[in-house]
């Protein structure tokens, strides 16, 4: 699986959108860009996923760029209970088992 | 509801007293897995299994034993608790999928144990 990277931390004011992005260079073809968040001390939680189009669903948008070399997950209305560490994780399509989580990004969202 | 349940939520046990953390999913997923989660050191995979009496090292299994005798249970085991393994602990589960155009390959996980090991 491709290695990503995050920025540490990001701020964010409530109901603003929140832009968190990821770089994930040596993605190769049949890899997806996975998003989860962790919400203090919980279990991680998958927000959303993606392979080259755009994708939204109700909690978020995931935008990839065209070379794949990047993407942005997007929070569209942030709120306080958004504060979270989000991680970008990139895998095979036909990968399962082992989550690799980085440190990902602290995102903290202020009133 | 699609979940994954693990019990205790939290534990205060003493060293070398044998304890049992459950795991249980409802999705009928094949693939179960346990983590710990330390400061500093992310979520570390301690043991995995890819069905029913099917289980393998992750990267940090010393002193952990697991089982998997049903499909949707996956208890993690240790028998002889040590104060290095005070942690936070969850387990996950997920379909074992192959490649399909859109395929989910998505992990569901506990709310997390707090085990302290004194």
């Known amino acids: 699986d491709a290695k990503t990277t995050q920025p540490p931390s990001m701020d964010c004011a409530e109901g603003r959108a929140a832009n968190l992005p990821c770089n994930h260079s040596?993605?190769?073809?049949?890899?997806?860009v996975y998003w989860y968040r962790q919400i203090h001390s919980q279990g991680p939680q998958y927000i959303i996923h993606?392979?080259?189009n755009n994708e939204t669903n109700e909690m978020a948008s995931l935008i990839i760029t065209e070379d794949r070399k990047s993407s942005t997950l997007i929070l569209p209305h942030a709120t306080l209970r958004d504060t979270a560490v989000y991680y970008c994780i990139v895998r095979g399509a036909d990968s399962w088992g082992k989550l690799q989580f980085g440190a990902g990004t602290q995102v903290v969202v202020t009133p | 509801e699609a979940q994954v349940t693990q019990n205790p939520r939290y534990l205060i046990t003493v060293t070398g007293k044998k304890l049992t953390v459950t795991c249980s999913q409802n999705?009928?997923?094949?693939?179960m897995s346990w983590y710990r989660q330390d400061p500093g050191l992310g979520l570390r995979q301690i043991y995995y299994s890819m069905n029913v009496e099917v289980t393998d090292k992750g990267d940090v299994p010393e002193g952990y034993k697991v089982s998997r005798k049903e499909k949707r249970n996956f208890p993690l085991i240790l028998e002889s608790p040590s104060p290095n393994q005070t942690s936070l602990y969850f387990c996950a589960s997920s379909l074992r999928v192959g490649w399909a155009r859109g395929t989910k390959n998505i992990q569901y996980f506990g709310a997390g144990t707090r085990l302290s090991v004194l």
């Open positions: 999705m009928n997923h094949e693939y």
């Open positions: 993606g392979l080259k």
């Open positions: 040596t993605i190769s073809g049949n890899e997806y």
